[in-house]
C-alpha cells in the first residue's frame, strides 16, 4: 500500500476509515478525560467528529460520544458555517455555541466548532459537544418544568467566535462564565474541548501527509456513498408500505394534556420517509423539540435497527422527513426545549423504532424504559460552596425473539453511565439511601422486559432545591406480540410524613429541600415480548428465586404456579392455571 | 548445582526455561498443557528436561487459571454480603450496555441475585461510622447464603473506602461461622472509591479463588512429593511475582499473568541491548497482546473490562489485546468493505488451514497463502502440515471475489488490513501516554508476531526492531528474570492545600516497611528492596486522576503540586492553571530486585557461518508480488551476521519475515536487530 494506490483500492480505504475512526475516538477520550463536567467525565455526555466544510454534513463520529449526538452535530456545523458567510472562517478561530434554535438540543449542550485548514483552505470542520451541569436560568440545572420561554431557560449562545486566530476573544468567556452557576470549573471545560481539537488536528494532518489531501477526499466521500448504500440495502429489504406507531408523553410540565408523537413511515424502495404531521401542536412547556434533535432522534432509531452501518451523512440520505411547525416536534423561538434532548428525544426515537418494529419483525424490541429522569439539585453548602448536582437514570430494556430485555441501561439516546453513589456522596451534601433493581418491573412477556430501578436519595443540606423533568409517568414502555407493557415511572419526594408527587407527575421544578428530605425515583421497566403465558415455567421459577418477579406476578401474569417451599414448579397445577387463563384472556 | 525455573501455562502448551544459577545458560522447551490438572503438564516437563526437584531453587510461575475461570464462567459459586439497599450493584453496572447501537444486549452477573443478601450498617464519606453491622444479622446472612450452596462470601459495603471497619469487623464474625478460608473484605482487595468497581474486583477474586487455592495445593503436594521444598512463586498481572501464600488470598493478581511475564523478557532483552523504550506485539496462535515499555518501565494501567460488565481495577502492566491475532476472521461488511476481527476462530475451529472444519478465512490463513509460514512445519502443530489450497480458496471466496481481487491479492489485503489495526492500536496506546512511537523499538514476539516486523516499522515510522531469540517462549523466560513487586494503595483524598506533608511521607514509609515484610516472609532471595511512590492526582472536580510520580523522600506541598502540573502537562499539553488540586491516592511499588547472577543475558543460540544456516529458498509475497526468498534456521545463524531482506528466518518456535527494503544484524545476545534501509 503506497500512497499512489487509487482512493479506491479497497485497502486505502479500510486503512484511511479506520484512522478516522481511531482520531475521533482519541478525541472522544480526551475530552472526557480533562473534563470538569462529571456529566462528561463520568457520564460519556459528549461527542467529537469530522464535518464536510461546505455542507457541514458529518463525516465521521467518535465511537464514545452520546448517540443522539449522530446527528445534532451536523446541524450545529450547518448553522455555523451559516454565521460563517457573513463573518468568516479563519485559521484558529473556534466557534462556540449552544443555541437549540441553532442545530442545538438543549442549553447545557455545549458545542465548539473549528474550521480545519490545509495548505490555506478550509478542508472540513471539526466539532465537539458536552453537557455543562449549568448555563444559568430559573433552576440549577437547566431543567426548568415550569419554564414557557427558551430566555427563562438559560444563557443562549448562538454561534460566536471564542477564539479569533487563535486568539482567546476575552469578551465572550466573561458574558458566559458571569451569567452560569458554578463557573468556576467551566475554565477547565473549555480546555478540554479545546484538547480534543488539538489531538485531532495532530491525527488529521498525519493522516494527510501519509495519503494525500486528495486520497483523503475521495476516500471521505466513497465512505459515504457505501454507508448509503448499505442503508437503502436494509431498506429494500423492508417490505414496501406505511407503518404508523404512537406514542405519548405525559405532560409538557405547565398544562396537563398529554403530548402525542405520530409517525407514519413510508418505505419506498431502498428509501424511508417519515411523516410526524399528525403529532401535538407546540406545547407551553419546555417538552419542544427543535428540528434537528426530532431528526437525529430518528436517525438514530434506524442506526439501532441497523447497528453495524457506519456513522455518516450517507445512511442519512435515503431518509426524508415531514414536520411541519405546527407539531410540537419543530419548535420556533422562543418556545422552551429543556426536555427535548432527553426526554421527546426519546419518545421519538420510540415511535420510530415501533414503526420500523411492524416493518420488520424480525429486527423489533418491545418497548425501552424510555425516560433518564433528569433530576438536579441545586444549592450553597457551607463546606463545598455552590452546587449543581445532575442526575439521570436507566430503566429496563425490551425483550425480543432471542431473549429478555437488559436490566437498568442506558437509554437510547447515549451510552451515559451513572456515576459511582460514592462519588455522589463525596460531592454533594446527599446520601444515597437505595440503589436497587426494581423487582417486578419488567414487562411479562415469552422473553420478560428489563427491569428498572428504585434510587432513593436523601438531602443532608441546610436547604437546597430540586427540579425534575422525566416522563413514561403515565404511558408505560409497550409489549408487543401478547407482551405486557413495563411498569411506569413514579417519582415522589418524602418530607417526614408527607409524600409529594407532583401533579404533573413527572416533572416538577424548584421543590424546596431541607435536611432529610427524600426524593425516591422508580424507573420504567421493559415491555415484555410475546405471551407471557408461553414463557417457559423454569424461567419464571428462576426469576422468583432471584426476586425479578414476585410469586404472585407468577401466578397471575405467567400463570406459574410454585411450591410455597422449594420455589419448584408445580407442573400439574401451573398446566391448569394457564389453561383458565387463556381462557380468560381469549 | 542449582536451576532456576519459569514456567508458562498455556491453554495449549506449557512453556519452560530453565536457567542454571552458576552459568547463566537458559535451556528451553515446550509441552503440551494437560488442561485437566495442569500441575501434571508441569511436572512432565520438568522429567522431560531432566530436572529433578531438589536441584531446583526456584520455580516461577506463570498460570491462565484464573483467566480461564473467568473466560469460561466455571468460577466458584460466590455470595455478596452488601449495604442495605445496595446487593444489585453488580448487576446495575455503570449503566452501560455492550454496544452504542443495538438494543439487544444481555448480561449476567458473576454472583446471581439469590445469592446477594443485604445488612443494614453504614459509614459516610469521610469514613465516619454511622452505624455498625450487628454481628447477628451478619451470620444470619451467612446461614442463608451456605443455603444456598455459596462457596465464597464476599462483603462489600459502601464508602468501605474511607473506613474499612465495617468490613473489617463482618470479615471476622464470617470467619468465626464460614466452613473455609474463602472470606473477602472488598477493601482489603481495592481500597479505592467507586462501589461497583471495588465490587466487581472483589467478587473477581471470589469467583477464582476456590480454583486457583486448589491448583497450587496439588502443585505443591505434587513437587514436595518429587522433594521442591519451597514455595512457588506466581507472575501478577503487574509483572513481579508473588508468594504462592499471596496468591491464595488475592488471586485475581493473576488474571494477566502469562501476558505480563512476557513483557516481563521483552523489558530484560531490552536492557540487555541497551533498549528502554519498547514497544511489544506478542502474536500467538489465538490472541494479540502489545504493551509500551518507556525509560524501562512497563506502562501500567489500573482498570480493564474483562467482558462486558465485568471491571477489574488492580494494579497491572497495560496491556491491551487487539482482534488482529492469527485467528482473527476477515470478512466483509454489506457496504463491501475488508474487516478483521474481532471474531476469532480460536484453537478450535482453528483456521481453514487447519483443518479443523473452521470455513471462514483468518489471518494466519493470509500468512500461509503468501509463502510465509511453511505449511510443513507449522509452529506447535507436532507434524500435522497445514492445507494451504484450502486457506487459498476461502480467500478467494470469501474476501477476493467481493473485493474483485485474486487470492493472492486478498490474502495481502487481509495482511495490509490486519498490520494498520495493530498499527492503529499501539499509535493509540503510545499517545495516550504523551509518547510518540517513533522513539521506540518494536519488539515482537509470540509464534507469530516476527511475521508482522516490516509492515509495522513502516506504519509506525519506527527506525528499529529486535526479535528476541526465542519469540516463542517469552512468557517462560519472562518468568524466569521477575522480580518479587507488591503494590500497595492509600486513599487520601484530600485537598492539597489542606494535606499533611509529613503525614504523606509516613504513609509512604508504612507502605515501604510493608512491602519489605512481605518480601522478607516469601524467603526469596533479594538483591535490594526498592521502592517507587505515585500519587494519583486532579484539579479539584476533576474525575479522572494523573498518575504523578513523587520523589522517594519527604516532600513539600510546592513539589507535589509542580510535579502534577508537570505530569499534567504532559498528557493534556498544557496545565488548567491557578485551580485546587486534590490528591486521591498514593500508591506505592516495592520491589524486591532479584541478584545479577540470575539475569546474564539470555543464552544466544549457536553461531557458525550465515551460509551454513541458509535452509531453503521459497517464494513469499512482499508488498508488490512473490520474490524468491532464502530461508535461515534461526539456530544456525552466526552472531554478528548481517544480511538484508527479503528473507524467512525459521526456528521451532516462531517465524520472522523480513520485507525488502529491511536490514539484519544478530547482535551479540542472539536477537535480529531489524532496521529499514542499509544499516
Known amino acids: 500500500m503506497t500512497a499512489q494506490t487509487s482512493p479506491l483500492d479497497p485497502l486505502t480505504l479500510a486503512v484511511v476509515r479506520g484512522s478516522l475512526e481511531q482520531m475521533t475516538e482519541e478525541m472522544d477520550l480526551t475530552l472526557k478525560r480533562a473534563a470538569f463536567s462529571p456529566v462528561i467525565s463520568e457520564g460519556n455526555d459528549l461527542a467529537n467528529g469530522l464535518y464536510h466544510a461546505e455542507t457541514g454534513e458529518v463525516i465521521v463520529q467518535g465511537k464514545w460520544g452520546l448517540a443522539i449526538f449522530i446527528g445534532i452535530m451536523q446541524f450545529t456545523t450547518e448553522a455555523v458555517i451559516r454565521v460563517a458567510a457573513r463573518r468568516g472562517a479563519e485559521e484558529g478561530d473556534v466557534f462556540l455555541v449552544n443555541d437549540p434554535y441553532s442545530g442545538g438540543t438543549h442549553l447545557m449542550d455545549v458545542g465548539m466548532v473549528k474550521p480545519f485548514f490545509h495548505e490555506g483552505k478550509l478542508l472540513l470542520w471539526m466539532a465537539n459537544r458536552g453537557h455543562w451541569p449549568d448555563m444559568g436560568g430559573m433552576v440549577p440545572g437547566g431543567f426548568a418544568a415550569n419554564a414557557t420561554e427558551i430566555y427563562q431557560e438559560g444563557l443562549r449562545i448562538p454561534p460566536v467566535k471564542l477564539f479569533i486566530r487563535g486568539e482567546l476573544n476575552e469578551d465572550v468567556l466573561t458574558i458566559l462564565m458571569n451569567n452560569i452557576r458554578v463557573a468556576e ?107 434537528g434533535t426530532t431528526k437525529s432522534a430518528s436517525y438514530l432509531a434506524f442506526k439501532h435497527i441497523f447497528p453495524d452501518i457506519p456513522v455518516n451523512s450517507g445512511c442519512f440520505q435515503p431518509i426524508t422527513f415531514n414536520v411541519p411547525e405546527t407539531t410540537f416536534l419543530n419548535a420556533v423561538l422562543p418556545r422552551p426545549v429543556s426536555g427535548c434532548a432527553s426526554e421527546v428525544s426519546q419518545r421519538v426515537a420510540d ?79 446527599v446520601r444515597i439511601r437505595r440503589f436497587a433493581l426494581r423487582e417486578d418491573s419488567g414487562g411479562a412477556g415469552e422473553r420478560r422486559g428489563g427491569l428498572g430501578a428504585e434510587i432513593e436519595v436523601e438531602f443532608l443540606g441546610q436547604s437546597g432545591v430540586l427540579s425534575y423533568i422525566a416522563d413514561r409517568g403515565r404511558f408505560p414502555p409497550k409489549g408487543l406480540l401478547g407482551g405486557e407493557p413495563g411498569a411506569l415511572c413514579e417519582i415522589e419526594v418524602i418530607d417526614g410524613e408527607q409524600r409529594y408527587v407532583s401533579p404533573h407527575l413527572t416533572k416538577d421544578a424548584n421543590i424546596p429541600l431541607r435536611r432529610g428530605t427524600r426524593l425516591r425515583q422508580k424507573t420504567p421497566g421493559g415491555g415484555g415480548y410475546g405471551d407471557p403465558l408461553n414463557r417457559a415455567p423454569a424461567a419464571v421459577a428462576e426469576d422468583v428465586r432471584g426476586g425479578y418477579v414476585s410469586a404472585r406476578s407468577a401466578r397471575e401474569r405467567y400463570g406459574v404456579v410454585l411450591d410455597d417451599d422449594s420455589g419448584e414448579v408445580d407442573e400439574a397445577a401451573t398446566a391448569e392455571l394457564r389453561r383458565r387463563l387463556r381462557r380468560e384472556r381469549g | 548445582m542449582a536451576f532456576i525455573v519459569g514456567v508458562d501455562i498455556g491453554g495449549t502448551f506449557t512453556d519452560l526455561a530453565v536457567q542454571d544459577e552458576a552459568t547463566g545458560e537458559v535451556r528451553v522447551m515446550k509441552v503440551p498443557s494437560t488442561p485437566g490438572d495442569q500441575s501434571v503438564g508441569m511436572m512432565r516437563g520438568l522429567e522431560a528436561m531432566d530436572l529433578a526437584a531438589e536441584e531446583i531453587a526456584l520455580i516461577l510461575h506463570g498460570t491462565t487459571v484464573a483467566t480461564n475461570a473467568v473466560l469460561e464462567r466455571k468460577g466458584a459459586r460466590c455470595g455478596l454480603i452488601m449495604t442495605e439497599g445496595f446487593r444489585d450493584v453488580i448487576e446495575l453496572r455503570r449503566r452501560d ?115 486457583l487455592d486448589r491448583y497450587l495445593h496439588r502443585l505443591a503436594d505434587a513437587l514436595r512429593e518429587r522433594g521442591y521444598p519451597h514455595e512457588v512463586l506466581l507472575i501478577q498481572s503487574n509483572g513481579g511475582v508473588m508468594s504462592e501464600t499471596k496468591a491464595r488470598r488475592f488471586p485475581v493478581n493473576t488474571i494477566l499473568s502469562g501476558p505480563a511475564a512476557g513483557v516481563n523478557a521483552a523489558v530484560r532483552w531490552g536492557a540487555a541491548a541497551g533498549v528502554d523504550n519498547l514497544v511489544t506485539c506478542d502474536v500467538g496462535g489465538t490472541s494479540l497482546d502489545i504493551a509500551v515499555v518507556a525509560g524501562g518501565a512497563p506502562a501500567t494501567a489500573r482498570e480493564l473490562s474483562l467482558e462486558y460488565g465485568i471491571p477489574l481495577r488492580v494494579p497491572m502492566l497495560d496491556i491491551r489485546s487487539v482482534g488482529a491475532g492469527g485467528g482473527s476472521i476477515a470478512w466483509i461488511d454489506r457496504a463491501g468493505m475488508l474487516n478483521i476481527g474481532p471474531e476469532s476462530a480460536g484453537a478450535e475451529p482453528g483456521p481453514v488451514c487447519y483443518g479443523q472444519g473452521g470455513t471462514r478465512p483468518t489471518v494466519t490463513d493470509a500468512q500461509l497463502v503468501l509463502g510465509r509460514i511453511d505449511p510443513h512445519n507449522p509452529i506447535g502443530r507436532e507434524g500435522r502440515p497445514l492445507d494451504a489450497g484450502a486457506a487459498r480458496e476461502s480467500i478467494a471466496q470469501q474476501i477476493g471475489k467481493p473485493l474483485e481481487l485474486d487470492a493472492v491479492e486478498a490474502a495481502w489485503a487481509v495482511l495490509e488490513v490486519a498490520n494498520h489495526k495493530i498499527a492503529g492500536s499501539i499509535r493509540t496506546l503510545t499517545v495516550e501516554q504523551g509518547l510518540d512511537p517513533r522513539d521506540f523499538t518494536l519488539m515482537p514476539f509470540g509464534g507469530a508476531g516476527p511475521l508482522h516486523v516490516g509492515p509495522l516499522l513502516r506504519e509506525l515510522e519506527i527506525a528499529r526492531a529486535l526479535v528476541p531469540p526465542w519469540p516463542g517462549i517469552t512468557s517462560a523466560l519472562g518468568c524466569l528474570t521477575a522480580d518479587v513487586r507488591h503494590d500497595y494503595v492509600h486513599s487520601v483524598n484530600e485537598r492539597l492545600e489542606r494535606l499533611d506533608p509529613k503525614a504523606l511521607y509516613d504513609a509512604m514509609l508504612g507502605h515501604f516497611a510493608e512491602g519489605r515484610r512481605a518480601i522478607e516472609a516469601e524467603g526469596v532471595r533479594v538483591e535490594r528492596i526498592e521502592a517507587a511512590f505515585h500519587a494519583d492526582m486532579l484539579y479539584d472536580g476533576q474525575i479522572h486522576e494523573v498518575r504523578t510520580p513523587l520523589p522517594a523522600e519527604p516532600c513539600g506541598r510546592q513539589e507535589i503540586a509542580a510535579a502534577f502540573e508537570a505530569a499534567y502537562a504532559a498528557l493534556y499539553g498544557d496545565t488548567v492553571g491557578a485551580h485546587p488540586v486534590r490528591i486521591v491516592n498514593l500508591r506505592t511499588a516495592v520491589t524486591g530486585v532479584r541478584p545479577e547472577a540470575a539475569r546474564r543475558p539470555m543464552g544466544a543460540p549457536r553461531g557458525g557461518e550465515l551460509r551454513a544456516a541458509l535452509k531453503a529458498e521459497r517464494p513469499v509475497y512482499f508488498s508488490g508480488g512473490f520474490v524468491p526468498c532464502p530461508v535461515y534456521d534461526r539456530v544456525r545463524l552466526p552472531l554478528g551476521a548481517t544480511f538484508g531482506g527479503p528473507a524467512i528466518v525459521e526456528q521451532a518456535d516462531a517465524t520472522t519475515a523480513i520485507d525488502p527494503g529491511l536490514h539484519v544484524q544478530v547482535d551479540e545476545h542472539g536477537n535480529l536487530v531489524v532496521t529499514v534501509g542499509s544499516p
Open chain 1, 185 to 291: 470549573e467551566r475554565y477547565g471545560d473549555f480546555r478540554a474541548h479545546l484538547a480534543a481539537f488539538s489531538i485531532g488536528e495532530r491525527r488529521l494532518r498525519r493522516l494527510l501527509e501519509r495519503y494525500g489531501v486528495d486520497t483523503v477526499m475521495a476516500c471521505m466521500a466513497e465512505l459515504k456513498a457505501r454507508s448509503e448504500r448499505q442503508m437503502r440495502s436494509y431498506l429494500a429489504e423492508v417490505p414496501d408500505g406505511t407503518y404508523e406507531y404512537e406514542d405519548f408523553m405525559d405532560s409538557d410540565g405547565v398544562e396537563p394534556d398529554p403530548l402525542r408523537i405520530h409517525v407514519a413511515l413510508t418505505i419506498r424502495g431502498s428509501g424511508a420517509h417519515l411523516d410526524f404531521s399528525q403529532s401535538s401542536p407546540p406545547c407551553r412547556g419546555p417538552m419542544n423539540s427543535v428540528i
Open chain 1, 351 to 429: 415511535v420510530v423504532m415501533g414503526a420500523l418494529g411492524r416493518a420488520a419483525p424480525e429486527r423489533a424490541s418491545a418497548g425501552i424504559f424510555g425516560t433518564v429522569s433528569n433530576v438536579s439539585l441545586g444549592g450553597i453548602d457551607p463546606e463545598r460552596g455552590p452546587y449543581v448536582a445532575y442526575m439521570f437514570n436507566g430503566g429496563g430494556y425490551g425483550g425480543f425473539a432471542e431473549a429478555d430485555g437488559l436490566n437498568y441501561g442506558s437509554p437510547v439516546i447515549s451510552v451515559a453511565r451513572s456515576q459511582p453513589a460514592e462519588l455522589y456522596e463525596q460531592r454533594y451534601p
Open chain 2, 97 to 211: 450496555r455492550p454496544e452504542t447501537y443495538g438494543l439487544k444486549g444481555q448480561f449476567r452477573p458473576l454472583v446471581s441475585r439469590d445469592c446477594r443478601v443485604e445488612v443494614p450498617e453504614r459509614t459516610d464519606h469521610r469514613g465516619h461510622v454511622e452505624e455498625r453491622p450487628r454481628a447477628e444479622a451478619i451470620r444470619e446472612a451467612a446461614a442463608t447464603l451456605l443455603d444456598r450452596g455459596v462457596e465464597v462470601v464476599i462483603v462489600s459495603f459502601l464508602n468501605a473506602y474511607a473506613n474499612p471497619e465495617n468490613e473489617r469487623y463482618a470479615r471476622e464474625v464470617l470467619e468465626e461461622v464460614w466452613p473455609n478460608p474463602y472470606v473477602i473484605a472488598a477493601a482489603e482487595v481495592l481500597p479505592e472509591i467507586r462501589e461497583f468497581e471495588r465490587t466487581s474486583t472483589a467478587v473477581l477474586n471470589g469467583y477464582v479463588q476456590p480454583m
